[in-house]
């Protein structure tokens, strides 16, 4: 049987037996493939109540629209394209592309700014001003403290703002339980500072994924790092009315829309991600991960989100074959030291390193040893050279497919599980395997 995932820009194949097939797991697709539902989808939830007392709200006001940056496969232009005619109301609008850490001079980063220009006019917004937050080298100014001692330090183009709106393309997230529109304000927007404090409570087991003090389950708020960003947001924030238009897409199609005031429309989204993209399954000794293509795979960096979505699907002693084309190498320059600098130490040694004070990344290679340390090998097929694989002790696969080959000679009824789109994807364990959804 042919299976094909994403890798990088286009698309691999592989031939697995049917027989060895354990499960095909990809993200939610509700509309026929190639049949595009971003205008139905996004134009509908622009054509709500809440639409239009939002234009109420912002008619002479300055208004602040945070998107994700170039790092997330969000539908950019489609969005701008519905959204942009109803902000014309507004006196002026503020264009902010929340980066977090990540770095703010990249062609993806200048590509949503061209989207952004090129909609504006389309739809006669012509006060507008684009900015990309730069967590090093902007201005800060200090909101206050959250009672985990997170120092918010927002950037100073957003201070004068009356009203905020985020575009979030929402899904899973594996230390802030989802991607959501609170994201697009810390780290968003803040200083490198706020994401490192904020940050450094990846390292709770309860900051994982499917928990955040927004959901509609009591049982699964408990999410000390997500909890953090919201009370930092609303420190930024204060007083001031937010609004977010959230999507749910595949491969840059829009499966789902809402808009409205940021909290019930966050709400809702985790439940549809929860029903559409979250699984439970039997742990297999074989699985194959691709993050969904570029540019969820543009380094490794990034595409190791995926690894985590999907870790509860291989059992202890398995392999992993990694599909991550990573054309970008490891990381940006600045988070190689305390990302793949630290990874290539002895594992005991990035295990034990974290008992230090956290430095901003070390979670990367902390959640990574811990996952090498239990299984017998993780293979990755990529760009990277064998002389950056081999030290962060992970395992060449030039041929993916001589990969599958070895694990069914090795094992003629082995379980094979593959995963596409797994940047948007959350696995749990089947109860009986004991890491339970």
């Keep these: 049987m042919k299976v094909e995932l994403h890798y990088g820009k286009g698309k691999l194949s592989l031939q697995i037996p049917e027989k060895n097939i354990a499960q095909i797991v990809r993200p939610w697709q509700k ?64 264009f902010i592309i929340s980066t977090g850490t990540h770095d703010a001079d990249t062609g993806e980063n200048n590509a949503i700014r061209e ?64 991607s959501n529109a609170i994201k697009n304000f810390v780290p968003g927007v803040c200083a490198f500072k706020t994401a ?54 595949t491969s840059q199609q829009v499966q789902w829309a809402n808009f409205g005031h940021i909290e019930p429309v966050t709400r809702a989204g985790f439940d549809i991600i929860d029903k559409c993209n979250t699984h439970t399954v039997k742990p297999v000794p074989r699985l194959i991960v691709s993050p969904g293509g570029f540019p969820n795979d543009t380094n490794l960096y990034i595409a190791q989100r995926a690894l985590e979505l999907t870790k509860y699907a291989v059992s202890d002693g398995g392999e992993i074959l990694f599909l991550s084309a990573c054309a970008n190498g490891i990381g940006e320059q600045g988070t190689l030291e305390n990302f793949y600098n630290l990874l290539t130490h002895p594992l005991e040694e990035v295990l034990e390193s974290i008992k230090s004070e956290y430095r901003m990344y070390s979670h990367k290679p902390y959640k990574f040893a811990q996952l090498i340390s239990r299984l017998r090998r993780i ?48 696995l749990y364990a089947s109860p009986a395997d004991g890491r339970l959804a």
Excluded at 147 to 158: A, I, K, Q, S, Y
Excluded at 220 to 230: K, V, Y
Aim: charged share 25%; hydrophobic share 40%; net charge negative.
């Design 196 to 249: 490192e404090q904020n940050h450094r409570l990846a390292l709770d087991e309860n900051s994982t994924f499917g928990l955040h003090p927004w959901h509609s389950n009591q049982d699964r708020r408990a999410n000390p790092c997500a909890a953090d960003q919201l009370e930092g947001m609303r420190l930024l924030i204060k007083e001031r009315p937010v609004y977010a238009l959230a999507t749910i897409s």
């Design 379 to 426: 293979w990755i097929h990529s760009q990277i050279s064998d002389e950056l694989i081999e030290p962060a002790h992970l395992h060449p696969a030039h041929q993916p497919q001589a990969i599958v080959d070895q694990w069914l000679g090795e094992d003629a009824d082995t379980r094979i599980m593959a995963v596409d789109g797994a940047n948007k994807i959350a």
């Design 115 to 178: 989207e952004i220009e090129k909609a504006a006019n389309a739809a006669n917004l012509h006060n507008f001003r684009i900015h990309t937050n730069d967590c090093r080298q902007d201005g800060f100014i200090n909101a206050g403290r959250t009672c985990r001692g997170t120092g918010v330090l927002f950037n100073d183009e957003v201070a004068e703002t009356d009203v905020f709106l985020a575009l979030s393309d929402m899904k899973t997230h594996y230390f802030s339980g989802y």
């Design 31 to 94: 509309a026929p493939v190639g049949r595009r539902t971003d205008e139905t989808w996004v134009s509908k939830a622009l054509q709500c109540d809440e639409a239009r007392r939002f234009e109420h709200i912002i008619a002479g006001k300055r208004l602040c629209v945070l998107t994700e940056d170039g790092t997330r496969d969000g539908p950019f232009a489609e969005v701008f394209k519905q959204l942009f005619g109803l902000l014309r109301p507004s006196s002026q609008v503020l």
